[in-house]
Each structure stands twice: as C-alpha cells, then as structure tokens.
Nanobody, 120 residues
Framework: VQLQASGGGLVQAGGSLRLSCAAS????????MGWFRQASGKEREFVAG????????YVADSVKGRFTISRDNAKNTGYLQMNSLKPEDTGVYYC??????????????WGQGTQVTVSS
C-alpha cells in the first residue's frame, strides 16, 4: 500500500486546511485510515481515525470540534478537514492505514507526511 498525503501549508491561526491522503496499491483489506501528527520535539499523536465503512470514527480531544475526518472509498482517498487552526496544531501530519482496527497501534502503512504550520 502506498499513501500520498497532501494539502499541508502555512496558515494563520483561525484558518483552515484540508489534508488528503490518496491510497494506491494493494488497498483491499484496508479496515481504517488514520491521521497522526508530530510536532518538533514531541511524540507522535493520533489525531483521528475512520473505518472504511464509515461506521466508526475517532477524534482526539485536542482537536475535537475543529477537525473532521472523512473518506471517499471510490477514490481511495481520505481527508482531514482542519478548522479554527491553532499554533499548537503545527507539525508534520501523516496518514496511515490499518487492516486490523481503528486504534493507534493498528496502523501498518504510512504516508510521507505533510507539513502544517499555523502562525499566531
């Protein structure tokens, strides 16, 4: 499975970005797609996840009410809509897929990351 994340950039606090994650290769068997982020000097954080059926989602408390995860199975693409961005949302955002479950330890395949920078 190959994952290509895009949509990052520089935005002012309060602004919005939409990240995309295009999956290719052996995508059959994928159970969930997730987004993680890592700020400089900090541990990687599981931000959001969604099952491909759409039946289950997870959004971290730190972004709840501001970030929305979605997917378009026909396009093999997942999205992370990020609104009301804060400087603390700055980091490299990675998409990942899982064949096992929705939760952070389950993700096996990773994209290359896209930088999100929120200026104050």
């Amino acid at each position: 499975v190959q994952l290509q994340a895009s949509g990052g950039g520089l935005v002012q606090a309060g602004g919005s970005l939409r990240l995309s994650c295009a999956a290719s290769g052996r995508t059959s068997g994928t159970y969930a797609m997730g987004w993680f982020r890592q700020a400089s000097g900090k541990e990687r954080e599981f931000v959001a996840g969604i099952t491909l059926s759409g039946g289950s989602t997870y959004v971290a408390d730190s972004v709840k009410g501001r970030f929305t995860i979605s997917r378009d199975n026909a396009k093999n693409t997942g999205y992370l809509q990020m609104n009301s961005l804060k400087p603390e949302d700055t980091g490299v955002y990675y998409c990942a897929t899982s064949r096992k479950g929705l939760w952070a330890p389950d993700y096996e395949y990773w994209g290359q990351g896209t930088q999100v920078t929120v200026s104050s």
